[in-house]
């Protein structure tokens, strides 16, 4: 038993390390990689389709060492609306990236919930009542990530025949609407769940209620494919710390950046501003972040800039001459772009532009001393408050 488990650990290792290689140069089988063009016209991005194959290719390497499948053959049937079907397809057509991919790949655990009703022999329809009526509590009481985890833990237990992804109109305001799923299980009846994630079609985005980030604090911009972070995302009660940097370049299957650090000390403290640029996932995208501590306190970690600290900060990033995306001027402590792609680009190919409002002379002089110590790697030019820096 000891050995197969190694051994399912190695076949997942292996196939997750090979995955990570850029595809364009396994599947062209070229002895040696032309970098220039590489650099010029990037490579294939790692795909939700790449990521699904790897994925059953595991499935069925786990099959054979151990005679059990995580994953069932059969699929769950999932079927999107016009309205979310002309979303997914703008996407694709824009960048080459086809979700629906990962909903019509999507296996069915209804064997699974089958065990779990049957082993403790759970009457389904008082379940489910007690589910929903404590997913409820949950969502007078504000708590939206329980809300939705008890409602859904409430459907699967249903036994799921169908799902069918929608979007519906929010009566009184045209041209909005909440997105949802329909259940039919397998009895016949059917069931209707809300996200509290909206589709504006006058923005061509995906928002939470009342404007609110749509996802933990992330937003969705369908005018240039571009997820960017609202400025009470869930990272920010993490702070930074080195080794957020260090886990992501030792995964390179889903990161691939570079970054640069501007230390310097500022009304007492020390502060850090941090760019970054890169494959993230499934997307090329930048981040300048702000970030403070008390002074000489030891250690890498840094507090995320509180409200009182955050600056004007845009971005633009750029391949070239192609500007893959551009943030405006705004208020923030973590200023971000992560743009949608069937290419990834290599991050020493990109450029990263951000223009950040000092809040003093002093504040200024101690950044811009900062980066003259990058020896040329930042430039930068100075227009009063201003410090523009391209990297």
Not at 60 to 85: C, H, M, P
Not at 135 to 161: K, T
Not at 178 to 198: C, H, Q, W
Request: charged share 20%.
């Amino acid at each position: 038993m000891k050995n197969k488990i190694i051994a399912m650990l190695l076949v997942i290792v292996t196939l997750f390390s090979v995955a990570a290689v850029p595809v364009g140069a396994a599947a062209e089988k070229k002895s040696k990689i032309d970098i220039i063009d590489i650099w010029q016209n990037g490579y294939p991005m790692f795909n939700i389709g790449s990521f699904l194959e790897t994925i059953f290719l595991v499935n069925e390497q786990i099959n054979t060492i151990a005679g059990v499948k995580i994953f069932n053959e059969e699929k769950l049937v999932v079927v999107a609306d016009d309205v979310l079907s002309g979303v997914v397809e703008g996407v694709l057509e824009t960048t080459g990236v086809d979700f629906s991919q990962i909903y019509t790949n999507l296996p069915q655990t209804n064997q699974y919930a089958e065990l779990v009703t049957s082993s403790l022999n759970l009457n389904i329809p008082e379940t489910q009542k007690y589910l929903n009526d404590l997913s409820n509590q949950y969502y007078l009481e504000g708590n939206m990530a329980m809300c939705v985890v008890v409602r859904m833990v409430s459907v699967w237990l249903g036994i799921v025949d169908e799902v069918l992804l929608l979007a519906a109109p929010v009566e009184g305001k045209p041209g909005l609407y909440e997105l949802g799923i329909e259940i039919t299980y397998r009895d016949g009846s059917k069931d209707r769940v809300y996200a509290g994630i909206y589709y504006d079609e006058n923005t061509n985005s995906f928002v939470g209620k009342d404007g609110a980030p749509a996802f933990l604090g992330y937003y969705m911009d369908f005018n240039q494919n571009m997820i960017y972070t609202g400025i009470d995302v869930w990272q920010r009660e993490l702070g930074f710390n080195i080794f957020y940097d260090v886990f992501c370049y030792l995964t390179p299957f889903f990161f691939h950046y570079t970054t640069q650090r501007i230390k310097f000390d500022y009304d007492g403290r020390e502060w850090m501003i941090q760019l970054w640029k890169g494959r993230y996932a499934i997307a090329n995208g930048g981040e300048v972040g702000i970030y403070t501590r008390e002074a000489e306190r030891d250690g890498s970690f840094y507090d995320c800039a509180a409200d009182e600290d955050m600056l004007v900060m845009s971005i633009e990033l750029y391949h070239g001459d192609k500007l893959l995306f551009s943030r405006e001027p705004t208020l923030h402590w973590w200023v971000t772009g992560f743009v949608l792609s069937d290419t990834a680009y290599l991050p020493h190919s990109l450029t990263l532009i951000s223009t950040i409002t000092m809040k003093d002379a002093e504040m200024l002089e101690a950044v811009t001393a900062s980066i003259d110590k990058k020896l040329g790697l930042i430039k930068y030019e100075v227009d009063g408050l201003d410090v523009t820096i391209t990297w």
